[in-house]
């Protein structure tokens, strides 16, 4: 991990903290993470043990948990998989190496984002801060005024519920997923930049030439058995974008 110096934060002072937990073995990035964060307005948790890790995520509130894959007791993945049973609180996971498999791995699982271990701390500020507000934007539409379904083809999306089916099958889609399915879906037919999917539903404005929404793509198409070469649902327009296929414009 890269150490920078934090940027300031006046707003940090006598507000409520935003609890972060961190579940990771290695106790000195730890250290940093919560010394970099907890001037800036967080309360950060360190564990260092698989299950109890899992245990502490979903038996207390937190606004984010930062989660490595590599873990004694219980690996990343598996400690994931247990917090989705329970929790749809936000999940940065941290990966040793970057590797496109744990990236796509983690996120099908129900990762919100991914951190290679060599990020930056204003990097992993940024993306904490991306998922936190994402998770404060999705619970605000639920209070929001009712949104029609939107049905395209065999897919309906139901944006108050936050479900997604295909045909009688219904889409276990991450929060990010459901976000990307939902925003391509009220553009049918036209074509979505990156960078404009990247502000609708990841709220980053740090990087606009973020590759991983393309890892997200992958895994939704994957999710709705989607042949990128011969596509039924999400069109890729090569160097601009993404498309969801509108079937009346096609005339299928």
């Known amino acids: ?32 993470i919560r010394d970099y964060l907890e001037p800036l307005g967080y309360e950060v948790l360190a564990v260092h043990h698989g299950v109890e890790g899992a245990e502490r995520a979903v038996a207390e509130a937190w606004g984010a948990v930062i989660l490595d894959v590599m873990l004694p007791g219980l690996d990343g993945f598996e400690v994931l998989k247990r917090i989705r049973k329970q929790s749809d609180v936000p999940v940065l996971m941290l990966t040793a190496r970057g590797e496109e498999a744990d990236r796509i791995v983690g996120l099908e699982v129900g990762a919100d984002d991914y951190l290679p271990k060599t990020f930056s701390t204003r990097e992993l500020l940024a993306r904490l801060r991306a998922v936190i507000r994402r998770s404060s934007r999705a619970a605000v539409k639920t209070a ?53 999917l990247i502000d609708v539903i990841a709220d980053r404005n740090y990087d606009v030439f973020d590759r991983s929404i393309d890892v997200h793509v992958w895994s939704l198409r994957k999710k709705l058995g989607d042949d990128p070469k011969n596509p039924r649902f999400i069109r890729t327009i090569r160097a601009v974008g993404y498309m969801l296929i509108n079937p009346d414009a096609e005339g299928s």
């Open 1 to 32: 991990m890269v150490q920078q110096r934090p940027p300031s934060n006046p707003s940090a002072g006598g507000e409520r903290r935003t609890r972060v937990l961190v579940i990771d073995d290695d106790r000195e990035l730890c250290w940093l």
């Open 144 to 196: 929001d005024a009712p949104e029609a379904e939107i049905v395209v083809g065999q897919l309906r999306i139901k944006p108050d519920a936050r479900t997604a089916a295909l045909g009688d099958k219904p889409l276990d889609l991450t929060t990010l997923e459901f976000d990307l399915l939902a925003c391509l879906a009220r553009a049918r037919g036209r074509v979505k930049s990156r960078e404009q």
